[in-house]
């Protein structure tokens, strides 16, 4: 507010009042509203001895009241006043928690480096990055729908702002630092934090895409949510505390167990971490990756695959003796064996060779009651299905039987149509699979090349070891959150250099997720904490003036924790886009 003085071309008299200035969004431009009016210049000095100084200081006094939050809103409303059609008028606030995480990675001081120096780009990269940030996690979708909603937030509302041409051709423009965001986002998170990387949890998913034919990335493979089309599958490494550490695409039809090695040694070489302890499932569980890492003098945890080990490992498993008990419903043992593996080895002329190797390991098995529970109850469902095949097989293909196949004898799959043949013989059900799988239920197998000697005495016991292989879940759930709540897949694009933004996009909103649940110690699930972040909204009730009509717990806790305040009932445009300011600095 100010005092506003106007002169009468008529009569040379000057008029004071205290007026709004204000954004009228209908109109486009900057209006005044008049808060009070005080009279002609010329009346006041008979009552003051210098009303110009008198009333602006009323004014001033009047600001200083409303950013204290002590000023009154005054407005009037009709009682029967309707919306104009086409009227959304919601906005979103909780998206200030998102810029506050964006601009502590630092990705916006890059883009701007990079942009500076290649000033032929006309629209703002860290804008738009922001933008799809945003909308990845609040509203997930495509980037056309995301550009039709882009007025629910204050910072993207301006009609000038970016084209939907712009965001494609900035997807196009990010790709190219695909590394170097990462390595930005990796470098600030360790300023922030003491970020431990001593273990390195590492997993593999892929994505389907909405196509038939190949590219030189999309490919068909196995996928893990039994789709038919072309897939890209995604390595990503976490550090213990469940961050996000880098990740990389790479072709659905490639094996998944070649890429562990190569990401251990580029994390190493380009963040310069110390020794790594690589944390995963068996499918990493190779020759060649034991063989590489130990060589390497890295450390790993693999789980073993009890059906697939030799007769010798399969009968100390379920050998009773050297058992310890925890209880009554959990036991342990392990043992340091001297293995041989496969591994391949490299000639001179880049081919390659095979060659058993030998190599000490440590072999930690347990069992948990509530394990076997748990594999009871899984089979128990395709036993049924299987069943059910067996009594009808030309209801069921080979897609739809997925699981069950593995209990018929006596069925034969067209390859062509997947269907399943009628042949002389009769289907029947495997009883000795079922009694052989039956004899592992509730055990559990590691193993690793950590070992409780010289300086590492008591600090890798096997419930040490354990634990460390438990946190993989962690990994698990964040291809979960990719999925579900930034809903990664399917993908829509169709150039190389566009999909790989997206998935850093993706990635990006993975990270900024998991830093709010540090901040706030784990205590919300990602879904509740998105939940909160959108239904941190308000509407323009009048004059630039917004309602807000959401506060929880929740919401609570998150302004407590990142300083900012979600009480408030209403507020300005004006106080609004101060405090998305004030989160940039």
């Not at 431009?29 to 009279?39: L, V």
């Not at 998206?95 to 990705?107: D, E, F, H, P, S």
């Not at 495509?142 to 009609?159: L, P």
């Not at 069925?411 to 699979?433: A, H, M, N, Q, R």
Request: hydrophobic share 30%.
């Amino acid at each position: 507010m100010y005092l506003k003085k106007t002169k009468s071309s008529k009569t040379g008299r000057t008029y004071l009042s205290m007026v709004h200035g204000y954004h009228d969004k209908e109109k486009g431009y900057a209006r005044t509203k008049t808060i009070e009016s005080f009279g002609y210049l010329d009346d006041l000095e008979k009552l003051y001895d210098d009303p110009i100084a008198h009333f602006s200081a009323v004014a001033e006094a009047r600001n200083q009241q409303e950013q204290s939050g002590q000023t009154q809103f005054s407005f009037s409303a009709k009682k029967n006043e309707t919306l104009k059609k086409n009227t959304d008028g919601r906005k979103n606030y909780g998206y200030i928690l998102i810029l506050m995480i964006y601009y502590w990675l630092g990705i916006d001081r890059f883009l701007l480096n990079k942009q500076q120096r290649e000033s032929r780009i006309e629209y703002n990269a860290s804008t738009i990055l922001k933008f799809l940030l945003v909308n990845r996690i609040l509203a997930p979708g495509s980037k056309k729908r995301a550009f039709e909603n882009k007025n629910r937030y204050f910072d993207f509302e301006r009609k000038d702002g970016f084209k939907l041409v712009d965001v494609y051709r900035c997807l196009s423009h990010i790709s190219k630092y695909e590394e170097d965001i990462q390595k930005v986002v990796y470098e600030n998170i360790s300023k922030r934090y003491e970020r431990n990387t001593d273990y390195l949890y590492y997993d593999i998913t892929n994505y389907y895409f909405e196509i038939e034919s190949e590219d030189e990335l999309r490919k068909k493979g196995f996928s893990k949510e039994n789709r038919r089309g072309p897939i890209v599958q995604m390595g990503l490494a976490m550090d213990a505390d469940g961050i996000p550490v880098s990740y990389e695409l790479f072709p659905g039809n490639e094996s998944e167990k070649l890429h562990l090695r190569p990401m251990v040694l580029n994390l190493k070489s380009k963040y310069e971490i110390g020794k790594v302890i690589a944390v995963a499932d068996s499918a990493q569980n190779t020759g060649n990756n034991i063989y590489y890492l130990d060589q390497g003098k890295q450390g790993y945890v693999f789980s073993q695959s009890i059906a697939g080990g030799s007769a010798d490992f399969k009968k100390y498993v379920t050998d009773p003796s050297d058992y310890v008990w925890n209880g009554n419903e959990f036991k342990k043992k392990s043992r340091i064996e001297r293995r041989e593996i496969s591994v391949d080895f490299e000639r001179n002329d880049g081919t390659t060779y095979k060659k058993k190797v030998l190599v000490d390991q440590r072999q930690i098995v347990f069992y948990s009651e509530k394990y076997a529970a748990r594999s009871r109850a899984k089979r128990e469902a395709i036993i049924k299905k299987a069943q059910i095949i067996i009594d009808n097989p030309s209801a069921y293909t080979k897609a739809t039987s997925h699981g069950a196949m593995k209990y018929i004898k006596n069925i034969v799959v067209d390859k062509e149509t997947g269907e399943f043949k009628v042949t002389k013989e009769t289907p029947y059900f495997d009883i000795k699979k079922l009694r052989e799988e039956e004899k592992y239920d509730g055990y559990y197998a590691i193993v690793t090349n950590l070992f409780e000697e010289g300086k590492d005495k008591a600090k890798f016991t096997d419930e040490k070891i354990i634990d460390i292989y438990r946190d993989l879940w962690k990994i698990e759930d964040s291809f979960k959150i990719t999925k579900k709540e930034l809903e990664t897949r399917p993908v829509y694009l169709s150039r190389e250099d566009r999909i790989r933004a997206h998935f850093l996009t993706c990635y990006i909103a993975l990270v900024v997720i998991r830093l709010i649940q540090k901040e706030m110690d784990y205590e919300y699930s990602p879904a509740v904490l998105i939940e909160a972040m959108n239904s941190i909204s308000c509407s323009n009730e009048a004059n630039n003036i917004f309602l807000f009509d959401y506060r929880s717990d929740v919401t609570d806790k998150l302004g407590k924790v990142f300083g900012l305040d979600f009480t408030r009932k209403r507020m300005t445009r004006k106080e609004i886009k101060k405090n998305i300011s004030k989160v940039k600095i």
